[in-house]
């Protein structure tokens, strides 16, 4: 009965020595892909180059950005949308973007919104991607621009007390 037991030890503490380091091996791999950033950053929008501050926002899925005085016009059969964007040096640089789709969103206590998404690069930190924002009059919001998990996911942790943590610092357009 003795000799059963210490097999049966030896195997139960092997199994968990290897799981121990799975799970070491999982989140080092982890860590070490994902740039840490606080809860508020400056980022660069491409095309355009124009620095904004963007809240970080975990809890929303897409991003979206702040857009005064959408014009939509068509262009070869597409759908596409003319705006102005002014950052907080008063810096404006107009985009013109193809309307990937419309979303409809949700809003307490009014109707939903039908808002226009395009496809945008944002640079945060040394994390360059393009994502789909929706396009909004975000004017009475302290940020002009909000990243939701589709561009946070697999590359940012969101340090909440934290901000301004990082400078954008890719290449834009050039680092696809």
């Known amino acids: ?51 904004v501050k963007a809240k970080l926002d975990t809890g929303a899925r897409n991003s979206s950005l702040n857009a005064k005085h959408i014009d939509e016009f068509y262009r070869g059969g597409d759908k596409w949308v003319r705006f102005d964007l002014k950052n907080w040096k008063e810096r404006t640089v107009s985009f013109e973007a193809r309307v990937i789709r419309t979303v409809k969103i949700k809003q307490h206590g009014k109707q939903p919104a039908l808002r226009p998404v395009i496809r945008l690069g944002i640079c945060l930190g040394n994390v360059y991607k393009e994502v789909d924002v929706n396009l909004e009059d975000r004017e009475k919001f302290n940020y002009q621009l909000l990243i939701g998990r589709s561009y946070l996911k697999s590359s940012i942790l969101v340090d909440a007390s934290a901000s301004f943590t990082v400078q954008p610092s890719c290449q834009g357009e050039t680092s696809k």
């Open 1 to 51: 009965m003795k000799k059963k037991l210490n097999n049966y030890t030896k195997t139960f503490l092997g199994l968990i020595f290897i799981i121990a380091a799975l799970l070491m091996y999982v989140h080092d791999g982890m860590s070490a892909e994902k740039q840490v950033a606080g809860w508020v950053e400056n980022v660069i929008l491409f095309p355009g180059n124009l620095r």
